[in-house]
């Protein structure tokens, strides 16, 4: 298998770095992909991140309009900061078993194959640079704050409360808040930062 990433890498003048490495797991499950030289990896659900912006979008977009505050650069909910926001806004699902990927217009059976694809091929050429400059920027490390898991799981869950990941999604929560929408700049920004 690795001489076959070796050979698609030296056959493609136009990828920005040679020394990266893939991984290929057994399951269709994103992996990360690695640089040599300073071990970066990059670790960020691709399905948590979309289920964090869909909680955004749903639950926090509308209080942020109806007070016609715009969102700061610098909060970590601005779409600029997501990981994954151009990919996904480069996915058309055309009909029940096509998408296409904006980029190149090539057809997938299923979103996860066009996840994968994204995956593969496009932070191999174009965002490679970009993604490991991200640090900071995966939408899914909010996912505690965001409560993403009830969106991503249909079937309620009869839990016990973890108190420490409890607390812990507390002060992310209030982070988020703190940074997001300050009190001190004012009401409107006060209210947002209760929402």
């Not at 694809?117 to 400059?133: A, E, K, P």
């Amino acid at each position: 298998m690795a001489g076959k990433i070796d050979d698609f890498a030296s056959s493609r003048k136009d990828l920005p770095h040679r020394s990266f490495l893939l991984y290929f797991p057994c399951s269709w499950k994103s992996e990360p992909f690695k640089q040599e030289e300073d071990s970066h990896v990059v670790h960020c659900s691709r399905e948590r991140s979309r289920a964090d912006w869909k909680v955004i979008q749903e639950y926090l977009i509308p209080f942020v309009e109806r007070e016609r505050h715009t969102i700061s650069s610098g909060c970590r909910l601005h779409p600029d900061n997501d990981l994954y926001r151009d990919q996904e806004q480069h996915k058309h699902h055309i009909d029940i078993n096509e998408w296409r990927c904006g980029y190149c217009r090539k057809s997938f059976y299923e979103e996860k194959y066009l996840d994968k694809h994204f995956d593969l091929l496009i932070i191999g050429q174009t965002n490679f640079h970009y993604l490991v400059q991200s640090h900071g920027r995966c939408l899914a490390d909010l996912c505690g704050a965001l409560h993403c898991d009830l969106v991503m799981d249909s079937s309620p869950r009869k839990t016990k409360c973890n108190p420490s990941a409890a607390t812990r999604n507390k002060h992310l929560c209030e982070s988020v808040a703190d940074s997001c929408f300050p009190v001190s700049n004012g009401p409107v920004s006060g209210r947002l930062h209760g929402v």
